[in-house]
Every structure is written in structure tokens, then in C-alpha cells.
């Protein structure tokens, strides 16, 4: 693991999305909260959440790193027929939180998969992006927009 002990403790936020393209009766199911296992979204987002808290227990070498906020947010895509994910991650501390961002992501994105594959097991995950960080020695990076 790398040494982190001298680097100077600052505001850190990450951002991170990933979509799921899923038929057009899951994209139905979770728009009306019909699915038969009950409200994918809020599962999905603590899922994402609680993936996000604990990166260092999942990824050899990640530094356990004290989030401040993590957020999962989710869009609905019809044209797409897919559902947005979007986690920020913030801490203040010595280490990016680029990995909890991706981490949250993905997570919940599973879990919606989980939740719905009885509906669609052709469901793919995919797009999963660091779209923004900011914080630490390397500054600000911003890739492709959210969208």
C-alpha cells in the first residue's frame, strides 16, 4: 500500500456513472415501483452506498478512507431503454475517493441487476466512468460530461 502519511489532508470529491440497459418492462417496473422485490432504486442506492464505505475492504491496496458523503442518484432513460447511475463520494483526507465513486457505481447497478433479472437476464452494465474529481496534489480532472 502506498505511504500517505505525509500528504497534506484536503477536500476530496469524486463522481463516477454507469448505465444499465435493461428491456422496456423493467424500465416500467422500476418507473411504477411494480417490481414484485419492492423499490429497486432504494435498495440499489444503499447498496451503492454502502459499497462505497467499504472500497478498502474490496480493492487489494485501497487506503480506508473516512467519507464525509456519498450519494447514489439515479435517471431513468426511456430513448435508452436504461436506468443513469451517478455516485459522488467526498471525504477529507489524504487519498482520492476515485475508488469509492466507482465502487458506489457499479454496486448499485448490480443490485438493480439482481433485483430485476427475473424480468431480463439479457440486462447490460456497462459505461461505468470517473467523470470528475477534484482534491489533492493532481488537482481537478473532468472527463466526459454526465450526460
Request: hydrophobic content about 40%; some cysteine.
Amino acid at each position: 500500500m502506498v505511504d500517505i502519511s505525509d500528504k497534506e489532508k484536503t477536500h476530496r470529491t469524486a463522481i463516477a456513472c454507469g448505465f444499465i440497459q435493461m428491456n422496456e418492462e423493467v424500465v416500467s417496473q422500476i418507473a411504477s415501483g411494480s417490481n414484485k422485490k419492492g423499490d429497486i432504486l432504494a435498495a440499489a442506492r444503499i447498496a451503492g452506498i454502502m459499497a462505497a464505505k467499504r472500497t478498502w475492504e474490496l480493492i487489494p491496496l485501497c487506503h480506508q478512507i473516512m467519507l464525509t458523503k456519498v450519494t447514489i442518484d439515479f435517471s431513468l432513460d426511456s430513448e435508452k431503454s436504461g436506468l443513469k447511475c451517478v455516485c459522488t463520494a467526498v471525504s477529507e483526507g489524504q487519498t482520492g475517493v476515485e475508488m469509492e465513486a466507482l465502487t458506489g457505481v457499479s454496486t448499485a447497478l448490480l443490485t438493480v441487476y439482481d433485483m430485476c433479472k427475473s424480468a431480463d437476464r439479457s440486462m447490460t452494465i456497462g459505461d461505468i466512468r470517473l467523470v470528475c474529481k477534484s482534491g489533492g496534489k493532481s488537482g481537478t480532472y473532468t472527463g466526459e460530461d454526465i450526460g
